[in-house]
């Protein structure tokens, strides 16, 4: 059965960068997709980004402003999310699990965290100077 394993969480301070790693065992992500979602503590879960197995298909959350980059490796053993001049407000827990591709492109997906599966136990990321 495929899990999931989030890691490359830490302390940065604001304007830092982090690379968030999401790796695939039992299974290799062949089909529908990943989604990377966070949570802060006392808010609701929200979607991040998304990408298709194959690459082709991605979306992100408009509070990411062109400052995440998510791809996936050619052997579809993990998925990747690139921060970059991260702000005190994505201090959050990160989480990845898997999706269909109409929960990354739907209106709205961000907030359909309850169609995902296989979620990992997530990393820590907190943006403070």
């Known amino acids: 059965q495929l899990q999931l394993a989030e890691s490359g969480g830490g302390l940065v301070q604001p304007g830092g960068s982090l690379r968030l790693s999401c790796v695939a065992s039992?299974?290799?992500?062949?089909?529908?997709?990943v989604g990377w979602f966070r949570q802060a503590p006392g808010k609701e879960r929200e979607g991040v980004s998304c990408i298709s197995a194959n690459g082709r298909t991605t979306n992100y959350a408009d509070f990411v402003k062109g400052r995440f980059t998510i791809s996936v490796d050619n052997a579809g053993k993990a998925v990747y999310l690139q921060m970059a001049d991260l702000e005190p407000e994505d201090t959050a827990m990160y989480f990845c699990?898997?999706?269909?591709?109409?929960?990354?492109?739907?209106?709205?997906?961000?907030?359909?965290?309850?169609?995902?599966?296989?979620w990992g136990q997530g990393t820590q990321v907190t943006v403070s100077s």
């Open positions: 039992g299974d290799t992500l062949t089909e529908g997709v």
């Open positions: 699990a898997t999706g269909t591709l109409y929960d990354c492109v739907v209106y709205g997906w961000t907030s359909r965290a309850e169609h995902y599966q296989n």
